[in-house]
T-cell receptor
Framework: NAGVTQTPKFQVLKTGQSMTLQCAQD?????MYWYRQDPGMGLRLIYY???????DKGEVPNGYNVSRLNKREFSLRLESAAPSQTSVYFC????????????FGAGTRLSVL | KQEVTQIPAALSVPEGENLVLNCSFT??????LQWFRQDPGKGLTSLLL?????REQTSGRLNASLDKSSGRSTLYIAASQPGDSATYLC????????FGTGTSLTVIP
């Protein structure tokens, strides 16, 4: 039972390159989230998906796109990477109802040069 | 917009001490509050969830309290151990999660 799995763990890009961060969960949760974590700023929500087939913008969506491929998978795409997107990216799932607990993947550390 | 603050940003204590981490938030209309632990280079691990109708939750040596009216939560760690060294984050939950910037705890053997 892996929980939330993110790939890759590390990535270095040049400005303008594109890439997709993958997230898969085996917890059968409907809700999935993408956050970025930057020093001194806490975690900020990029996009989320309340269920398969739906996605919504969070606090900092500019420069990103997402796809909820199926219930298990939620990917984050950088079409043209910028140095400001250097960060640690976390995927999370959430239990249903009001007792909402989030479970996190191990993160993807991205550097854009 | 909900603002979540954690003070201090860093804390260093000798092994065996009891300690309190603080979390404050600006909007008291929350559903729940969750405390997480983050080890270096790792993701977040849920420690405790307090629902808005509750005043506290306990798990082992951890006790979290919630005072919605004053916009505050505390995480009490009893008899600290070196293995407790990590960053502790709180998140207040309404329609989405709002995270604090965390308190980095070092427990010195």
């Amino acid at each position: 039972n892996a929980g939330v799995t993110q790939t890759p763990k590390f990535q270095v890009l040049k400005t303008g390159q594109s890439m997709t961060l993958q997230c898969a969960q085996d917890m059968n949760h409907n809700s999935m989230y993408w956050y970025r974590q930057d020093p001194g700023m806490g975690l900020r929500l990029i996009y989320y998906s309340a269920s398969e087939g739906t996605t919504d913008k969070g606090e900092v969506p500019n420069g990103y796109n997402v796809s909820r491929l199926n219930k298990r998978e939620f990917s984050l795409r950088l079409e043209s990477a910028a140095p400001s997107q250097t960060s640690v990216y976390f995927c999370a799932t959430q239990t249903p109802g009001r007792s909402n607990i989030q479970y996190f993947g191990a993160g993807t550390r991205l550097s854009v040069l | 917009k909900q603002e979540v603050t954690q003070i201090p940003a860093a804390l260093s204590v000798p092994e065996g001490e009891n300690l309190v981490l603080n979390c404050s938030f600006t909007d008291s209309a929350i559903y729940n509050l969750q405390w997480f632990r983050q080890d270096p280079g790792k993701g977040l691990t849920s420690l405790l969830l307090i629902q808005s109708s509750q005043r506290e939750q306990t798990s082992g040596r951890l006790n979290a309290s919630l005072d919605k009216s004053s916009g505050r939560s505390t995480l009490y760690i009893a008899a600290s151990q070196p293995g407790d060294s990590a960053t502790y984050l709180c998140a207040v939950i309404k329609t989405q999660f709002y995270f604090g910037t965390g308190t980095s705890l070092t427990v010195i053997p």
